[in-house]
């Protein structure tokens, strides 16, 4: 039988998760939606999410969605409430979230607790999903090291051209990462920038745990460079040059008093830039994993929205893919996640997921 979801938000993440399960037949069935902006309320499912008509309306309230019915909530919010989640799976839904969380004990006993306690008692379980971090951040440099003896140092380094995000989330892009903003202003750490930062500690210690080792304390690092050439988004808003036109987080996990795990990500509007970085000039979203041991290993993975020389989109569209990825991860931890023990359930947890609707057509 299919597996009966509800989708939990519909911002840029949540609308794609929506959009796949509403195609795949075989896999889901979508029996409610929830909203969180009055424009949204009482709209068709497929409205949403760009398909056909579904005869599921969205709702705002919580005590609209048929959560007696439901296998799984889809969770795609901005921000993780934790008494919805632990409502949730008191009530014996299992939750998949896209709102970080793929490594819970980094936030401490009681959030752990509180979630991995209702999960158990509801029978359910919670999983966080997302595509880096998480993915490329832990599940690849995870399975890479798996082929040095001695794994000296682990590196995760992202480049991303963010043109798309920045004039689709301009308050994200803009307002928080500080993209058109004066240097120093735009290093100015807001509570979005800190959330960057206990997320991507999340996965600095799924690996330090998975290892077996002791992450001593995380380093953060943030820089940026200026643009040397006028911007113009495609909202209209306007980069001017002598403000931020790339950024770059790292963030170093020291273990036995030496930068062991090191996480990185550029993102940037142009290559034009001061300093000049070396970061490319692709479309695509990249990411470079090495591990420097015994042997040394280097992986290099790109997403888009293809790789057949023949698609009018080769080489293209990097950054919607990349959102697109992380939605669709989400998707395909359903089913492992409705079978899994209760409680909470990483990456580290759980089977390999693979992809729920490859190779059908």
């Known amino acids: 039988?299919?597996?009966?979801?509800?989708?939990?938000?519909?911002?840029?993440?949540?609308?794609?998760?929506?959009?796949?399960?509403?195609?795949?037949?075989?896999?889901?069935?979508?029996?409610?939606?929830?909203?969180?902006?009055?424009g949204k309320i009482g709209k068709d499912a497929g409205e949403l999410s760009g398909e056909a008509a579904t005869g599921i309306a969205a709702v705002k309230e919580l005590a609209e969605l048929p959560l007696d019915a439901a296998d799984c909530v889809l969770y795609c919010p901005m921000v993780v409430d934790y008494d919805d989640i632990a409502a949730l799976l008191r009530r014996g839904v299992n939750v998949v979230t896209t709102a970080s969380h793929v490594y819970p004990k980094y936030?401490?006993?009681?959030?752990?607790?509180?979630?991995?306690?209702?999960?158990?008692?509801?029978?359910?379980?919670?999983?966080?999903?997302?595509i880096n971090p998480a993915f490329m951040s832990e599940i690849l440099p995870l399975t890479v090291?798996?082929?040095?003896?001695?794994?000296?140092?682990?590196?995760?380094?992202?480049?991303?051209?963010?043109?798309?995000?920045?004039?689709?989330?301009?308050?994200?892009?803009?307002?928080?990462?500080?993209?058109?903003?004066?240097?120093?202003?735009?290093?100015?750490?807001?509570?979005?920038?800190?959330?960057?930062?206990?997320?991507?500690?999340?996965?600095?210690?799924?690996?330090?745990?998975?290892?077996?080792?002791?992450l001593e304390r995380i380093e953060e690092h943030h820089q940026v460079a200026t643009t040397?050439?006028?911007?113009?988004?495609?909202?209209?808003?306007?980069?001017?040059?002598?403000?931020?036109?790339?950024?770059?987080?790292?963030?170093?996990?020291?273990?036995?008093?030496?930068?062991?795990?090191?996480l990185s990500t550029f993102w940037k509007l142009t290559t034009n830039l001061t300093p000049a970085w070396d970061v490319t000039s692709s479309d695509l979203v990249e990411w470079t994993v090495t591990i420097e041991g015994t042997p040394s290993f280097r992986c290099m993975v790109a997403t888009g929205a293809s790789f057949d020389p023949d698609s009018p989109e080769y080489g293209k569209g990097?950054?919607?893919?990349?959102?697109?990825?992380?939605?669709?991860?989400?998707?395909?931890?359903?089913?492992?996640?409705?079978?899994?023990?209760p409680g909470i359930r990483t990456f580290l947890d759980l089977p390999l997921i693979a992809s729920a609707g490859a190779l059908r057509g």
């Open 145 to 214: 090291s798996g082929l040095s003896h001695q794994a000296k140092r682990i590196t995760v380094r992202e480049v991303s051209d963010v043109n798309h995000y920045a004039s689709t989330a301009p308050e994200i892009m803009c307002d928080h990462i500080g993209f058109g903003k004066p240097p120093e202003e735009a290093k100015k750490a807001d509570d979005f920038l800190k959330g960057m930062t206990a997320y991507f500690s999340e996965s600095m210690l799924a690996i330090a745990d998975h290892l077996g080792v002791v």
């Open 318 to 341: 990097g950054e919607v893919a990349a959102v697109v990825g992380t939605a669709v991860h989400a998707v395909n931890a359903v089913p492992y996640v409705v079978a899994a023990a």
């Open 1 to 38: 039988m299919a597996i009966k979801v509800i989708v939990w938000g519909t911002g840029s993440v949540g609308r794609i998760a929506l959009r796949e399960v509403i195609r795949n037949k075989e896999t889901f069935e979508l029996i409610g939606v929830k909203v969180y902006g009055d």
């Open 228 to 262: 040397n050439e006028r911007i113009v988004l495609a909202n209209g808003r306007v980069i001017e040059p002598g403000t931020v036109g790339c950024t770059l987080f790292e963030w170093h996990g020291i273990v036995n008093g030496a930068a062991r795990i090191i």
């Open 107 to 130: 936030y401490g006993p009681e959030i752990y607790g509180k979630i991995d306690a209702a999960g158990k008692e509801g029978g359910a379980s919670f999983h966080g999903s997302g």
